[in-house]
Structures are given as structure tokens and as C-alpha cells.
């Protein structure tokens, strides 16, 4: 029998009590670890473990998380500090958590240095990533890249509303089989300067770009839009299937 690999999922977190007090599961003054489940779903589905990663005061308690997973996905979530990234917070800047991009950030860059193991960053992910390895991002697309608008909660989450193009050659195309391939579209906020060692090789049809790739070859990947949503699509399952396998490989070489 094929061992599963596990998949660290990174949580949202937030130290206001909203999520408590208007869910009526919590009380005031309690600090929330979270998680949208299509996450650990589309993990679970693709036939991986998924294990959560919940915000933690020492890092070396995340390490220890680290040490036991077979590859990491870096979810969704609030915007990122733009402190972050050598930049000041604009207006149209959405809440920001600092202390999840400080843990979101670190682990983005000790998977990348040091565990060596998959890493798959989706949407605020892809963000993370290429902030951790000294990208800068778009505080919005719209404002300040001059983009479409792409936060397009108008239709439902599993609605593909626009195409992007997948670089010939790259991971992404490899893995999805195509040149061009339909998505949702989430965000407001998007790679600008794609961090050294990086490349995006992805882009939609106004240029923002949707993917981007180590350019040394390991799995190491952020997707712009957000494939768990896209439940019902055998192919949006495809970059949760190779992240899985990536994680049974890189468990077979190091173990």
C-alpha cells in the first residue's frame, strides 16, 4: 500500500473576536485559529493528509510541525503588510494581521531553505512567497497596476471568470496540460516585483501575474486563484495531485 503523504496547511488567524462572537461558538477576547475547508478537502481528495498549522508564539514549535509533513500549502487570507516589503500601508490596503505574515513568512522561507520540501502557496500564498524570498506585491491592482478588477465575488466561488496563459514548457503547464486554463478570481492584491530565482509563468489577459515557479525546478509554486474552490473540477484537482505526489517523492528521497 502507497503511503499518503502529509500536507501542512498553514490557518488563518485573528486576534479580534469577531469570528466567536458572531458564529455564538466563542467569547469575548479569544484569538481564532481558522480554516476554510475546501482546503483540507481538496488535499484529502488529491490523497494526501492534511494537518494543520495553527499560529504559535515560538517558531521552533512550528519547526517541529515542519519536521513532520511531507509538503506545505500556504492558504489564502488578509492582506500582507506592506512593512513586509519595504513599503508603507495605503488606504485602500485591506486588514492586515502582522502576526500571521511574520509566521506565514518564516515558513515560507524555511521550507524554501532549509526543509527543501514541496511548497504550494495559494492566492495571499503566492503572495507570501514571493514577499519571503524579497518580492514586493501590488497593494491593489487596480489603484496602483492599473489592472481590471479581479475580486469577482459577483459570481460563485466555483465559477471560472476569466483565462489565463500558462508559459509553455513551465510546471504549471505540465501539470495542467494546457496553455490556457479558466479560474475564479479572488483577489485584489498580486505579485509585482517576482523575487530572484522566481519566475511568473502565468499571466492573465490584463498581464497580472497568476503563477510563479522556483526556477530551479523543485516544487515550489504559488497559484493566484483559488483551485480548492473549483471543487467540481477534475482539473483544478490536478495542482493538489501534484503537490501530493511531490510530497510521496520527497518523502521516498529523504526518509
Not at 495559494?122 to 492599473?146: F, H, P, S, W
Not at 476569466?162 to 510546471?171: A, F, Q
Request: include cysteine; hydrophobic fraction near 35%.
Amino acid at each position: 500500500m502507497v503511503r499518503k503523504p502529509t500536507i501542512g496547511i498553514t490557518c488563518n488567524y485573528d486576534y479580534r473576536d469577531t469570528v466567536g462572537i458572531v458564529s455564538h461558538m466563542g467569547m469575548a477576547g479569544q484569538t481564532w485559529n481558522f480554516l476554510a475547508g475546501h482546503y483540507a478537502e481538496a488535499v484529502e481528495w488529491a490523497g494526501g493528509i492534511p494537518v494543520l498549522i495553527p499560529q504559535c508564539r515560538d517558531f521552533e514549535t512550528v519547526k517541529g510541525i515542519l519536521s513532520h509533513v511531507d509538503g506545505v500549502l500556504i492558504t489564502g487570507g488578509h492582506d500582507i503588510d506592506p512593512q513586509c516589503y519595504g513599503e508603507q500601508a495605503k488606504p485602500y490596503c485591506g486588514v492586515i494581521i502582522p502576526e500571521r505574515d511574520r509566521q506565514d513568512i518564516e515558513i515560507a522561507r524555511y521550507v524554501m531553505e532549509n526543509e527543501k520540501k514541496p511548497l504550494l502557496g495559494i492566492c495571499r500564498g503566492m503572495q507570501v512567497m514571493n514577499v519571503a524570498a524579497g518580492g514586493t506585491l501590488y497593494q491593489d491592482v487596480e489603484k496602483e497596476g492599473g489592472f481590471d478588477h479581479h475580486f469577482m465575488d459577483m459570481y460563485p466561488m466555483n465559477r471560472p471568470v476569466h483565462k489565463v496563459r500558462l508559459k509553455s514548457g513551465s510546471k504549471a503547464c505540465k501539470i495542467f496540460e494546457k496553455e490556457i486554463l479558466e479560474v475564479n478570481s479572488f483577489h485584489h492584491q498580486a505579485v509585482k516585483d517576482v523575487a530572484e530565482g522566481f519566475g511568473i509563468t502565468a499571466y492573465s489577459r490584463d498581464g497580472v501575474g497568476e503563477v510563479i515557479e522556483k526556477r530551479d525546478g523543485s516544487f515550489v509554486m504559488g497559484i493566484q486563484w483559488h483551485p480548492e474552490m473549483m471543487f467540481d473540477s477534475p482539473e483544478q484537482q490536478k495542482i493538489f495531485k501534484a503537490l501530493i505526489k511531490a510530497g510521496q517523492r520527497w518523502h521516498g528521497e529523504n526518509m
